[in-house]
């Protein structure tokens, strides 16, 4: 049974970092052809893509967004951690990740956590 | 960046009723165009892969068409439970992008 749960702070400070931690289970982040992605929502807006990471340790950003991202994994605590640096109110949102079962081949995010929501203010 | 643009934005609908939802990309994408599900408070749910392929799970009155940058999901005899917005989503390039959304409203 595949599962995905994020973790992090339910609110952060203007220009302070972020860290969100997506554990998971049910699948192995060594397995060939498997990634997870990182996914946003707004409050009552659309779901906006952010970053995504593969087996092979290849990541890729958001155009809009990639020099405040980071993602990375650890593989032996099926973990993946994604931080955003000089945090905004306009980064106010729900942010899921996602498994991607075969991201070489266009696969799309299959199975998502439940989201964690994540407040910019001071 | 590949942006998909869906249309309409808004729809109110009745029961039973067939409800077309079209999906354009800025480029040709193939088939690598996916569609899904969110209702409130819950986590977007897959309901068609690569344009036109089924989910396990899902009831067979949603189906998908299309290629290159046009698409369609399609609802036959739309139920209640249906409400929901729906987004399509594109992994051609390495950095996927979502649509905009359409919202469904039950009459």
């Known amino acids: 049974q595949v599962t995905l749960r994020e973790s992090g702070p339910a609110l952060v400070k203007p220009t302070q970092t972020l860290t969100l931690t997506c554990t998971f289970s049910?699948?192995?982040?060594?397995?060939?052809?498997?990634?997870v992605s990182w996914i946003r929502q707004p409050p009552g807006k659309a779901l906006e893509w952010l970053a995504r990471i593969d087996w092979d340790d290849d990541k890729y950003y958001s155009t809009s967004l990639k020099t405040r991202l980071t993602i990375s994994k650890d593989t032996s605590k099926n973990q993946v951690v994604l931080t955003m640096t000089n945090m905004d109110p306009v980064d106010t949102a729900t942010y899921y990740c996602a498994r991607v079962a075969y991201c070489s081949g266009g696969s799309p995010e299959d199975y998502w956590g439940q989201g964690t929501l994540v407040t910019v203010s001071s | 960046e590949i942006v998909l643009t869906q249309s309409p934005d808004f729809q109110s609908v009745t029961p039973k009723e067939k409800v077309t939802i079209t999906c354009r990309a800025s480029?040709?994408?193939?088939?690598?165009l996916h569609w899904y599900q969110q209702k409130p408070d819950q986590s977007p749910k897959l309901l068609i892969k690569?344009?036109?392929q089924s989910i396990s799970g899902v009831p067979s009155r949603f189906s998908g068409s299309g290629s290159g940058t046009d698409f369609t999901l399609t609802i036959n005899s739309l139920e209640a439970e249906d409400a929901a917005t729906y987004y399509c989503?594109?992994?051609?390039?390495?950095?996927?992008?979502f649509g905009q959304g359409t919202k469904l409203e039950i009459k």
């Open positions: 480029q040709s994408i193939g088939s690598s």
């Open positions: 049910g699948f192995s982040l060594s397995t060939s052809g498997m990634c």
């Open positions: 989503h594109q992994s051609s390039s390495l950095r996927g992008t």
């Open positions: 690569y344009a036109s």
